[in-house]
């Protein structure tokens, strides 16, 4: 079989415009139209085609210019910047402009609160095109690794040990400044003081500052890179990082809100994000489902999601196990004497309060050294038999009972799909399971983006991109 063979030589007629680069069905005029489709003065970003003085790049451009960026998993200013010279895709949505990557680094920075609001406008795009029903919520949350090393992470007790081995350290540079200082007498010393010295100085001065500040804040560690980040530990270890939430839509998987939290898990976040995403659709839901991560009974049982079907499993559904015969579910609680009875009969009663953990303990005393049942059920023979009993335990028991029914195990079934989609995009098509940007302010920003462009994506897997089109243009 023959080959063939490229020539850079070749001469060729080029279309006279980018314009004609770009088919009509490529993916970035359906991000071109979205912007514009956007309410730019409700996003907050000042837009006035009418200013004099010096030009600068127009907004609504650097706006398509970012979200069509991090839908393409493009993030880096530096990155951005390049693509505007070399991609013709880039090319033809900025217009033919190329502004370097510190303007683009700059109008990030400054439109973060705006980048953030993106998404809730497109939310409400979907609502009008009625590709978002709303009636089914999905919450999920994701571990994602900050700009910061954990090893600059502090907390007191790590902060005061290194100031003990500076002191320690500078203790013994002068003494071997002033032991030469004797030997050499008269003749003036030619020791001059170490860099390592006023190297040892700065440092100290950095951990009285963290020590200050965590008695300030009352936070448990600061990280000296990002101030807003926490130690967070996942399957590739610990690190600095951030939990990102979204809350999604079960009729097409699409994104309602997405919020980030310095926080290392999900618990006590349920409540808030479905919160947000009401406000968003502007109208309550009728069913709002998590997994096991979000069972945090005093935030499940807030009186505002009191008229909304909640679907969160315990930790023990979760995990799936069988109760035994001996399992706190085969004890019978009576709240007329505030007791538990055994499969046996014997009454356990209110010990203590574990203020750590937030629940009542009970216990059947010595009488348990007599059952028949004594080493399988409990081995105490001073104290006997332990159950426990959260503040909240009827909301406990309520979501377990509605968890085990059919039609809950069809939502949550539909669960992976909906809301944990969107995460396997960021992190493995985008390459995102980072953040770029600094500060809870400017990842938040970066979240937003993140969300916007997979919901952009999915719509035109939906609508195709000249349907898209179409209907953007059909709002006004």
């Known amino acids: 079989m023959a080959y063939r063979f ?3 030589t070749q001469l060729n007629l080029f279309p006279p415009s980018v314009e004609d680069y770009v088919e009509a069905e490529a993916p970035v005029r359906a991000y071109d139209a979205f912007v514009d489709a956007l309410d730019l ?4 970003i000042e837009w006035d085609p009418c200013q004099v003085g010096n030009s600068s790049y127009d907004p609504r451009a650097m706006l398509k210019l970012l979200v069509y960026g991090y839908s393409q998993g493009i993030r880096s200013s530096r990155k951005l910047e390049r693509e505007c010279h070399y991609n013709v895709a880039f090319m033809w949505l900025m217009g033919g402009m190329k502004p370097d990557h510190k303007t683009i680094a700059e109008f990030r920075r400054q439109n973060k ?20 029903a709303g009636n089914v919520l999905f919450v999920d949350g994701s571990r994602m690794r900050a700009n910061a090393s954990v090893e600059r992470s502090w907390t007191a007790q790590r902060a005061r040990k290194v100031l003990i081995e500076i002191d320690q350290r500078v203790e ?9 200082d004797e030997q050499e007498g008269e003749m003036g010393s030619l020791v001059s003081m170490k860099a390592e010295l006023r190297d040892d100085q700065q440092l100290r001065a950095r951990m009285k500052t963290v020590v200050e500040e965590l008695k300030r804040s009352g936070k448990t560690s600061v990280n000296t890179t990002d101030g807003d980040c926490v130690r967070i530990h996942s399957r590739q270890g610990n690190h600095a990082g951030y939990t990102g939430q979204i809350v999604t839509d079960d009729q097409n998987g699409l994104i309602v809100s997405a919020e980030v939290v310095a926080a290392n898990n999900d618990l006590g976040q349920f409540g808030a994000r479905v919160e947000e995403a009401q406000a968003v659709l502007e109208q309550p839901c009728e069913v709002a489902c998590a997994d096991a991560g979000f069972a945090d009974y005093d935030d499940l049982g807030r009186p505002q999601l009191e008229s909304i079907d909640v679907i969160v ?10 109760a035994g015969p001996f399992d706190k579910s085969q004890f019978r609680y009576e709240a007329p004497e505030d007791c538990y009875v055994c499969p046996t009969g014997r009454r356990l009663y209110r010990g203590g309060f574990e203020h750590q953990r937030r629940r009542w303990y009970y216990q059947a005393g ?8 004594f080493g399988r059920c409990t081995r105490d023979r001073v104290n006997g038999r332990k159950v426990t009993r959260q503040e909240n335990e009827e909301v406990r028991l309520r979501l377990e009972q509605r968890y085990v029914q059919a039609d809950a195990q069809e939502i949550f079934a539909r669960r992976k799909e909906r809301v944990e989609h969107p995460f396997g995009h960021f992190k493995r098509n985008l390459g995102a399971g980072h953040f770029l940007l600094r500060g809870l302010a400017a990842v938040k920003a970066e979240w937003s983006l993140l969300a916007c462009g997979f919901n952009v994506t999915r719509l035109i897997t939906i609508l195709g991109v000249t349907g898209l089109i179409e209907k953007l243009s059909a709002l006004g």
């Open 41 to 44: 003065k409700v996003l907050g």
């Open 113 to 132: 609160g705006a980048l953030k609001r993106t998404l809730a406008q497109c939310a409400r795009m979907c609502v009008k095109l009625e590709l978002m």
């Open 313 to 322: 499993p315990s930790q023990k559904q979760a995990e799936g196990a069988e």
């Open 6 to 8: 490229g020539s850079r």
């Open 366 to 373: 010595r009488g348990c050294a007599d059952c028949v049942h």
């Open 172 to 180: 013994k540079l002068l003494s071997e400044c002033e032991a030469v």
